[in-house]
């Protein structure tokens, strides 16, 4: 069975830094490609960033140097940092799989697991 679980949401300033994590106790993440997405009510789910089971890494074009996905292969634990944070990042974070290895085409419609989600706000 594979669960998700994203943490480490929370209310920050213009400016300042958050790490997400996602991690599983019944699935080995390294397995996998494990994705980032968010949502702003009313919105479509935005691509932030996917990490493949070799390592390789994606960026939505919105966060692009300002996010970095990493993995710890023995906390079993995909990070999402956050730096430079600005107020159209708040949103919900969800950490989602497709089961594949690869990121290439990493479309949320082709994920179907996905954690709980986690609020980020980032506000003066």
């Known amino acids: 069975q594979v669960q998700l679980d994203d943490s480490g949401g929370g209310l920050v300033q213009p400016g300042e830094s958050l790490r997400l994590s996602c991690t599983s106790s019944?699935?080995?993440?390294?397995?996998?490609?494990i994705a980032w997405f968010r949502h702003v009510p009313g919105n479509e789910r935005e691509r932030v960033s996917c990490?493949?089971?070799?390592?390789?890494?994606n960026y939505g074009d919105s966060v692009k140097g300002r996010f970095t996905i990493t993995r710890d292969n023995d906390k079993n634990t995909v990070y999402l940092q956050m730096d430079s944070l600005k107020p159209e990042d708040t949103a919900v974070y969800y950490c989602?799989?497709?089961?594949?290895?690869?990121?290439?085409?990493?479309?949320?419609?082709?994920?179907?697991?996905w954690g709980q989600g986690t609020q980020v706000t980032v506000s003066s």
């Open positions: 990490m493949s089971s070799g390592g390789m890494t």
């Open positions: 989602a799989t497709d089961l594949r290895r690869t990121c290439k085409g990493w479309e949320e419609r082709r994920f179907d697991y």
């Open positions: 019944t699935f080995p993440l390294d397995n996998y490609n």
